[in-house]
């Protein structure tokens, strides 16, 4: 870092912690109730037939290009620095004298809220934003909705201070996230998507409970309870890992057609993130949920009904001249986000806590890891321990065109579906490991492809042509999935290429529809398997030796990666550096990128 900028990094956290805790007692900031940001808010917002709020923002995305991490060498060893994100940290010292000479001159409002209730570790967090833009007071607002009031909550023993300043005016040719993630600060320059201040405190808690031993995991929550073949009810927590745009929030929100007259339903516990702990309980964190936009009453029927109360408020979301909300219309941004209070839930689907129990309260856990891929990929499939853990680090899914239309259907990883990680990725891999061996006869986990099977596209420059349509499957088919897996009614048999088990028999869907072989000549299908499992190899070989070399390479775990279609040597232990490795494809036509 100190090599990047030629700087003095202690000192820089030094400055810019005095700074911004030095902002609560100037003059030029103010605090508001909630009552009062929302009347505030109210006048620069399209007010809906529902009686909720909607807002037009310029940055409509999350700036993660334009993001960078400083401090000492444990946050930013692992960073892939792109050129600007280097002439970001090339430019800090300067920006930071920039801006800490603005903000005491801007009109700044500042709000309080808590993170999480439980009696251990409850983040206080303050954000200060610039209203210099008079709208941008609804940042404020929608931060009051999402957490908690310190009133509300039990505050743990440690209860850290994160702080994250808003400057949206800042120069569009400058915008940058700047996160110290040691002394618990974010600064956001030049963007008003809320996003930032959602994620800016997440990403600075979850390094703040990795040092305090838990795994902070990007999953919504659940407690469900099935019945059984055998009659008995047994309660599980459940965990559900996905990237945006995979169904995450949808199917952490849905009752999966289970039967209250046979004692069967969910409490929803958290939509996005929580510190989970070796003993398999997990400490929620917010008090509201952030929801992607593209819903309708018929598939998300208890996402539909609170988003249309009067307490919702909506970022870019079209909004027609009679206050009617057309959610699924993405003439301005692929992108609409919303915040609403959990409590505007169906209660009888709402857990009263935000936290997990511990697993010796429990029948057991299951853990989804949801992705969505259209050609190969089994609907769903049983994985091993260590076939999990292989998931959590490949965090995978494809590019949709909400994000990209010119990589529609390309692959994207992300270690545990967590863009927002901190320091070393293998080693969150590695306690998510621990965690699964630990627990092992009580946990349960699978691979869910919400996408479909069959597609097929070809690239013309940057065109994507769709040659051959996937058969998608429906929400509904999903949810009758998850639902046989609770009941333990799925009969299972073994898939051959990735290693996992896959079902034969799904009681209300007819799973055989989805098998590759409808779609595909066998040579067609076994090139896109070798493909996908040469793309999981190299992205395993290339950025987590340090993974691989501590954790069991049964045969499942080989074939599921894709070690059998690839010839690599593993690099001598000694040195991390000199690691060389050697990897061939074999009978892949196309180099994973």
């Given at each position: 870092m ?12 030094r ?16 605090k ?21 709020l909607?807002?037009m ?8 290009g334009?993001t960078?991490y ?8 692992y960073?892939?620095?792109?050129e ?5 940290l090339?430019k ?5 004298d ?13 709000i ?15 954000m ?47 915008r ?18 809320f ?7 997440l ?40 990237l945006s ?10 009752n999966?057609?289970?039967d ?26 917010e008090?509201?949920?952030?929801l ?5 009453p ?5 996402i ?32 609409g986000?919303g915040?609403?209070?959990?409590s505007?839930?169906?209660?009888s689907?709402?857990?009263p806590?935000i936290?997990?129990p ?8 299951i853990i989804?890891?949801?992705t ?12 091993t321990?260590?076939?999990a ?33 901190v ?18 006869d009580?946990?349960?986990c699978?691979l869910l ?32 999935i ?13 898939e051959?290429?990735?290693?996992v ?7 209300d ?10 779609f595909?000549t ?12 040469a793309e ?21 775990l ?20 000199e690691?060389?490795?050697q ?11």
């Open positions: 100190a090599s990047i900028i030629g700087v003095d990094v202690e000192g820089i956290l400055d810019v912690l005095e700074n911004v805790k030095m902002l609560e007692e100037q003059p030029n900031v103010s508001l109730s909630s009552e009062e940001l929302r009347a505030i808010a109210e006048q620069h917002a399209i007010k809906t037939k529902y009686g909720n909607v807002f923002t310029s940055v409509r995305n999350r700036s993660a334009l960078v400083i401090g000492s060498p444990r946050v930013m060893d960073q892939q620095l792109s600007k994100q280097i002439d970001i090339e800090v010292p300067e920006t930071l920039r801006v800490h000479k603005y903000v005491k001159k801007a009109p700044l409002v500042c309080d809220k808590v993170m999480g209730s439980n009696e251990e570790f409850t983040p206080i967090c303050r200060f934003v610039s209203t210099q833009r008079k709208d941008c007071i609804r940042l404020a607002y929608m931060l009051d909705v999402l957490l908690f009031n310190r009133d509300e909550v039990v505050l743990g023993k440690e209860h850290p201070h994160l702080y994250l300043l808003y400057i949206p005016e800042w120069q569009e040719k400058d940058q996230i700047l996160v110290f993630p040691e002394i618990g600060v974010t600064y956001v320059l030049g963007s008003d998507y996003g930032e201040a959602k994620k800016g405190f990403r600075m808690a979850m390094w703040c409970a990795k040092q305090r031993g838990m795994l902070g995991v990007h999953a919504g929550a659940k407690i469900v309870k099935a019945r059984g073949l055998d009659g008995r009810l047994r309660r599980y927590s459940m965990l559900l890992f996905g745009a995979t169904g995450k929030t949808t199917h952490t929100c849905h999966h057609g289970l209250p007259s046979l004692g069967e339903g969910i409490e929803i516990v958290q939509d996005d993130v929580l510190f989970l702990k070796k003993d398999g309980s997990a400490l929620g964190t008090n509201g949920f952030f992607k936009t593209d819903i309708d018929v598939n998300q029927p208890l539909w009904k609170a988003a249309t109360k009067e307490r919702a408020v909506f970022e870019n979301v079209l909004v027609d001249f009679e206050g009617n909300v057309h959610f699924l219309d993405d003439t301005l941004t692929g992108n986000r915040v609403f209070p959990r505007d839930l169906d209660p689907c709402l857990s806590s936290n997990l511990p697993l010796s309260e429990l029948d057991g856990m989804i890891f949801i969505r891929r259209n050609t190969v990929v089994p609907i769903i499939s049983k994985l321990i260590e076939q853990a292989a998931a959590f680090m490949l965090g995978e899914s494809i590019e949709t065109a909400a994000s990209d239309p010119t990589r529609i259907g390309e692959s994207v990883r992300v270690v545990g579906t967590n863009p927002f990680i320091g070393d990725p293998a080693e969150e891999g590695l306690w998510f490991y621990d965690f699964l061996k630990r627990n092992k009580k946990v349960q699978y492809n919400t996408g479909g099977a069959g597609e097929i596209l070809t690239k013309k420059g940057r065109k994507v042509i769709v040659e051959q349509r996937p058969l998608r499957v429906q929400i509904w088919e999903t949810a009758s998850i639902r046989g897996i609770l009941r333990g009614t799925i009969e299972w048999t073994y051959p290429y990735f290693g088990m896959v079902p034969s028999h799904v009681e869907v007819d799973i055989t529809k989805f098998n590759p072989e409808n595909y066998r040579e067609q299908m076994e090139e896109y398997i070798k493909q996908l499992k999981r190899a190299y992205y395993m070989i290339h950025n987590y030796w340090s993974f691989l070399e501590k954790i069991e390479l049964t045969e499942e080989v074939r599921f990666i894709g070690l059998d279609v690839v010839s690599y040597e593993f690099p001598p232990p000694q040195r991390e550096e690691k060389v490795e990897i061939d494809v074999l009978d892949v036509t196309q180099k994973a990128k």
